[in-house]
């Protein structure tokens, strides 16, 4: 029998259906899996080592012991729409309706896939940075949307303004955002929000952003797109429990959007996971209530295991690029005499007892050539576990 359909433009889109026509895993999972294979330290796919704030673990456990076991309502809990608009609020002075204006998800990756199966109509263009999260080529993908990238150009990773204007035209459905940027950390300043504003009231296109790592930043502010004059009422906000709490298994997510734009995702929502994560849902909404000093402990902790790695990277002697924000640092191979960092992430478990991501996993094969010898390592992990995997990777030197 041959079987087509959307998971084949899904996986096509994505560059992930391999050769005999079967799907290849993520790589996130490929060099998870190849980690726990080989017994190296993970700093492949970004996930913590560590729990969370042990308010927000309890108050999940409260909440299955207290009965919240079945299926929440379609938008989510009251609470937790509550916590999301103050949460707006308290950090940037946003003030969504929390009723018709906040939306909670399967994580972020089912905001980013409900909202733009809802917008794009088959052959719609969707404007992403390049590299971009995987999910992003998928989705444009099975939504049947045309995909048009702007380079990020190493090693400050920022778009040429002009290259984004030529991108951006009538045609145009949507501008996808993600900042702070995975994989390279890139926070996005004001000038270029400001542009990406002004190119997207131009072409009437619906701004998408990806705020997941919007309180992992380490020098400069985040600024949400939201906030920018003219965004607010054709901007989709979109962000999850996952960073911030250091819980990624709980896959809740939300979204803040004018209402109309609320009511298109939730049509699309409510047949893709209509609802999760019951007790998980309070549980966020705990977090998002705690003090400013929580958020701001997360990203100093995270600035230093930064630090750690980054030294560990560059006394292994690769080049080691600046990284403002997320999980992530990206480090070029080509000192150490490695120009194909894909082959590289391959081989470092046995070279040295670590694994990384090839940055080409985040772009198309046209664009690949240009970071192939980067490579993205993540450092939410304790700092023992960094400090062993710097001493692992100074063997590269020898
Ligand atoms: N967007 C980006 C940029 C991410 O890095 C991730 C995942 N880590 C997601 C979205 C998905 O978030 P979630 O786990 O909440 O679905
Ligand atoms: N966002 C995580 C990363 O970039 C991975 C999420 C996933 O495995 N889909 O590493």
Redesign the pocket.
């Known amino acids: 029998m041959s079987v087509s359909g959307a998971w084949r433009r899904a996986a096509g889109g994505a560059g992930l259906l391999g050769s005999d026509g079967s799907v290849r895993p993520t790589i996130f999972a490929e060099m998870s899996a190849l980690a726990s294979r080989t017994g190296a330290i993970n700093l492949g796919q970004?996930?913590p080592d560590e729990d969370g704030p042990a308010e927000v673990l309890e108050a999940a456990v409260a909440a299955i012991r207290s009965g919240a076991n079945q299926y929440p309502p379609g938008p989510g809990i009251p609470a937790l729409r509550q916590a999301v608009a103050e949460h707006q609020h308290r950090f940037y002075g946003l003030e969504p309706d929390p009723d018709r204006e906040v939306l909670i998800t399967?994580?972020?990756?089912?905001?980013?896939a409900a909202t733009l199966l809802a917008l794009l109509e088959p052959g719609d263009e969707v404007v992403t940075f390049e590299p971009f999260?995987d999910?992003y080529g998928a989705m444009i993908a099975l939504a049947g949307g045309r995909h048009v990238t702007v380079p990020l150009e190493p090693p400050t990773f920022l778009p040429d303004p002009d290259r984004l204007r030529a991108a951006v035209t009538d045609r145009t459905r949507v501008i996808l955002v993600?900042t702070p940027?995975?994989p390279t950390g890139t926070v996005f300043d004001r000038e270029l929000l400001t542009t990406i504003v002004e190119l997207a009231e131009r072409h009437d296109a619906v701004i998408v952003t990806?705020e997941?790592?919007e309180h992992l930043t380490f020098g400069p502010e985040h600024i949400p797109v939201a906030t920018l004059p003219g965004a607010q009422g054709r901007t989709v906000t979109?962000s999850?429990?996952?960073?911030t709490f250091n819980t990624?298994g709980w896959?809740?997510?939300w979204l803040t959007a004018p209402p109309e734009l609320v009511t298109a995702v939730l049509a699309v929502k409510q047949f893709l996971t209509y609802v999760n994560g019951a007790p998980f849902q309070p549980a966020i909404a705990t977090g998002l209530a705690l003090p400013d000093s929580f958020f701001s402990g997360i990203a100093a902790e995270l600035a230093r295991k930064r630090d750690i790695l980054s030294a560990g990277l560059r006394e292994a002697g690769f080049g080691v690029l600046p990284t403002d924000g997320?999980y992530f640092v990206v480090a070029d191979a080509a000192p150490l005499g490695h120009s194909d960092a894909v082959g590289f992430c391959r081989a470092l478990p046995e070279l040295a007892g670590v694994v990384g991501v090839p940055l080409a996993a985040f772009c198309r094969p046209e664009y690949a050539a240009r970071t192939a010898s980067l490579g993205r390592f993540a450092f939410c992990k304790r700092e023992a576990v960094l400090t062993e995997a710097a001493a692992r990777l100074s063997a590269l030197r020898a």
């Open positions: 970004g996930f399967a994580g972020a990756t089912e905001a980013i999260y999910e993600n940027h995975n990806d997941v790592y979109i999850s429990g996952g960073k990624t896959k809740v997510g997320t």
